[in-house]
């Protein structure tokens, strides 16, 4: 069963619906925090995060087996603290309300403004692949536009939702902040509670039973999914350089990325000279896969499931290649040398769903109408890589295809820019968070009409005489 599946009485835990009471009277006592108090928010999870730096890190090493030091520094501690500090410089413009154009003809002397207001209580469901990334991401976004937030953790994140719960109490009242372990089926009952949003990261499948959670109480949800992102390294571009970038993300968390590179295009005739590059990238950056900087798959059905992936593919007909040449990975560590996998077909297991490690399908091409329709005949993706010097050949692949997000060049990097939204669509999601658009997610843009001194509406009233008929009939004109 689908860990989100809704039984017919599905048992509400008491200390989820005692958390959702504080909340929701925090929030009725508190209903528009001033720029003030939400900066102190923000300051507080900066502290929350800078002051307890190794604790985080050492927690997440602890789930993984072996987590990269370094790579849980940079990508989650560095660039989450970069995205609050962003927020904080941003946030006084984003909280004034915006003014919209009136009609002075039809409504003389009214005004409109939007008027951003917090929504409430927003449930947040977060992924093991980047535990703190997320939940303060999108905790950066909800505390901005003034909420309070609920936090269910992965179970395969145990240690680290034991050490948040412990440091969300010291920093915050649990009628602000408050986290929840996984285990025993308990996310269908958090995503069932009547929350203000729910903001949910996982895969497509686990995504369509939370929204159908949320939709018995019509709470609104932010969905951030996965998919098979694309990359294609066009005719121009260097080899040797796409393959050290290429590597670079498929070799991060040992794959196991959301907004990863989950297939890659290469024109015919080049393959073998990318799996060269390829091979010399990866052995400058790991010299020693086993010394720890490089990332265990998260646990053991995770790595069985990418063996059996591999040897699905080999029984029909591909070709896998080990990256890690004379190198011995820790198997009983889960510790997987990248491996790409030429000579794939569809009906593969590789090609059938999200990888999540790192393992890389490679595909040639001739032309780019063979790529843009290869990509637009299967499940939008969350993101999407071409590489090219050729402006106009990256524009014609950004405008021939949908994805969630744009990486030109380059892979994942988009993500980190914290001007841009992020999200996905269709298959790979919908809403966005980050920036001005994460504000915007979780705030109701509330418009509101100022009704000026002469009503001119009155000259449009019943009875429906001569004279209203005839303004009527002018204003058809004016805008015909």
């Not at 418009?447 to 002469?454: A, N």
Request: proline share 7%; charged share 20%; with cysteine.
């Amino acid at each position: 069963m689908n860990a989100f599946t809704d039984p017919a009485h599905l048992a509400i835990p008491a200390e989820f619906t005692e958390a959702l009471a504080a909340q929701r009277a925090h929030f009725e006592a508190n209903r528009y925090p001033s720029y003030e108090q939400r900066v102190a928010d923000l300051k507080q999870v900066v502290r929350l995060v800078a002051d307890n730096q190794q604790a985080l890190v050492d927690a997440v090493n602890a789930d993984y087996g072996c987590r990269s030091s370094f790579e849980t520094s940079f990508a989650e501690i560095a660039v989450t603290l970069d995205g609050l500090q962003e927020t904080i410089k941003s946030l006084r413009k984003w909280m004034k309300p915006q003014k919209r154009h009136v009609d002075p003809m039809r409504m003389p002397l009214a005004k409109a403004r939007l008027v951003p207001q917090p929504v409430g209580v927003v449930g947040i469901v977060v992924p093991w692949n980047f535990p703190l990334a997320m939940v303060f991401h999108p905790l950066t976004c909800i505390f901005a536009a003034g909420n309070t937030a609920m936090v269910k953790m992965s179970e395969n994140s145990n240690h680290t939702a034991r050490l948040l719960k412990q440091l969300a109490a010291r920093y915050f009242p649990p009628s602000k902040l408050c986290f929840f372990e996984d285990g025993g089926g308990r996310g269908p009952a958090f995503t069932s509670l009547p929350f203000d949003h729910i903001f949910f990261t996982g895969s497509p499948a686990t995504g369509k039973a939370v929204m159908a959670n949320a939709a018995r109480n019509l709470t609104p949800v932010t969905l951030e999914l996965g998919g098979k992102s694309p990359a294609i390294i066009g005719p121009d571009y260097d080899m040797a350089a796409a393959a050290k970038r290429v590597m670079w993300a498929k070799t991060l968390n040992a794959g196991q990325i959301c907004t990863n590179i989950d297939y890659l295009f290469v024109p015919e005739g080049k393959t073998q000279a990318f799996i060269d590059h390829a091979r010399k990238a990866f052995q400058a950056s790991y010299p020693d896969i086993n010394n720890g900087s490089y990332t265990a798959v998260i646990d053991q059905r995770s790595y069985d499931r990418l063996m059996a992936a591999l040897d699905d593919a080999r029984s029909k007909g591909a070709t896998v290649i080990e990256l890690a040449e004379g190198q011995v990975p820790d198997a009983a560590r889960r510790i997987m040398g990248p491996k790409v996998v030429v000579g794939v077909t569809d009906d593969m297991d590789l090609m059938q769903r999200e990888i999540f490690g790192p393992i890389l399908p490679v595909r040639t091409y001739t032309s780019r109408e063979e790529v843009a329709r290869y990509i637009n005949e299967r499940p939008r993706p969350l993101s999407m890589y071409p590489f090219t010097n050729d402006k106009a050949l990256a524009d014609w692949y950004i405008m021939n295809t949908l994805s969630g997000g744009v990486t030109v060049n380059d892979s994942v990097l988009h993500v980190s820019v914290h001007s841009l939204p992020f999200g996905g669509i269709g298959n790979s999601g919908m809403g966005h968070y980050h920036g001005y658009e994460g504000f915007t997610t979780f705030s109701k843009m509330r418009p509101i009409l100022y009704q000026g001194p002469v009503r001119s509406i009155d000259f449009l009233a019943a009875p429906y005489g001569a004279r209203a008929r005839k303004i009527l009939a002018m204003m058809i004109r004016m805008k015909s």
